[in-house]
């Protein structure tokens, strides 16, 4: 496995879990150095466990060299980060080709190089490209295995995929990939479908692109809901028990963010872009979800009577999404942006996040709990549905703010009980007089 990052570091835990020998390679000597004090460089729940009990039943290891690594494999999956490129959105795939280029040279013998990253379409052709350059005798084939693992639910994810996508042009290579996935196949958990090998590519951009239509277009309701007087959470309801539908990715909240919708979708548009085959409903979903963030902001100062200059505003909650400290694209950053354009003052509490916000928000103050944040401030502010914000004690945030105002951009509290505590809330689609954002 090349990459320690969210996706190989878990897909090798979890292969190793299944009862294959692996090995994770990474360049970065000190996060194998971590690694081998079964430090996790990132946070992800059940990680950590995972990959003490199989580095002690000795099918889980860690090296920084890559020669040594891919010695004897069977199959060595690149998975790198593909970052977007500086300037135009295209994923980088520098990486992977360097990947690429490194596990050909040092291959002593048939395998099969496995691209996991999110790679656009025709990437599997050039990481062919390299074999043929390299090393065409070994009997290299290249196939394409995208992962769908969400952060904070990647063990589940990945042991328990509603499917595995397989995208081989080669017999044998296939059978290799069967063999990979077997455990998950007798569990009967998950269909294996294979298919080829651009279009295993392109599936994996399909979905997340969907999702964050999914996602958006609910949004969007929201904003009508607000306007009309209806609820989104019942109108979600409503949609979702449509079995064509689905009852999924139907929440409304404050934008989508994280390493892979807001990347990836971008990606697809530059591929629809070079191919002259415009996706137009992806492009509107980039476009709303980017200026809803900052709305969101706007709909938080709006709520406050419009003018929060010296005003001083609680955050619960600055990661994308609970159960990760993932702050890439999270919503968070541009809302406290705007309300720091306003004037306002803001302090934040986030259980996992605070290390990586520090890094990209500045001028913020971090309190140790969300009763801490709320002390004083003349709103509380909820971005991110953490568990641990789920049942907060109102009555006792009411004493602590300066003003009784909830604005739930998660929608986790009912307005009852808000209303009990004395608190005005504000949500995200609400039908109340005061909740239009
Ligand atoms: C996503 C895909 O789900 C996963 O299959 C892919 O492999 C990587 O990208 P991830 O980014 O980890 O996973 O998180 P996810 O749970 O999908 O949430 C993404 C964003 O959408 C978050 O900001 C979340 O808050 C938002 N979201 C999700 C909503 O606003 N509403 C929803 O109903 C669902």
New binding site residues.
Partial sequence: MIGTG??GLVSGACFSDFGHDVVCVDKDARKIELLHQNVMPIYEPGLAELVASNVQAGRLSFTTDLAEGVKGADAVFIAVGTPSRRGDGHADLSYVFAAAEEIVAALDGPAVIVTKS?VPVGTGDEVERIVERIAPDKGITVVSN?????????IE?FKHPDRVVVGSEDERASEVMRGVYRPLSLNQSAPVMFTGRRTAELI?YA??AF??V??TF??EIADLCEQVGADVQEVSRGIGMDNRIGR??????????????PK?TLALLKTADDAESPLRIVEATVQVNESRKRAMGRKVIKAMGGEVRGKTVAILGLT??PN?D?MR???SIAIIQTLQDAGANVKAFDPEGVEQAKLVIKNVEFAASPYAAAEGADALVIV??WDAFRALDLNRMKSLLNQPLLIDL?NIYPAAEAERAGLQLVGVGKPRQDSNG
Avoid: H, M, Q, W
Wanted: with cysteine; net charge negative; hydrophobic share 35%.
């Fill in positions: 969210y996706v999110t995208p992962e769908f693992l969400r952060e904070g639910a990647a994810d994996k979905a997340n999702l964050a999914k996602i609910i949004n999924k990715f139907l929440n409304a909240g404050p934008g989508y963010g994280g390493s892979c919708f990836d994308f999404k990760t993932d694209d999270a919503p991110t549905e998660r």
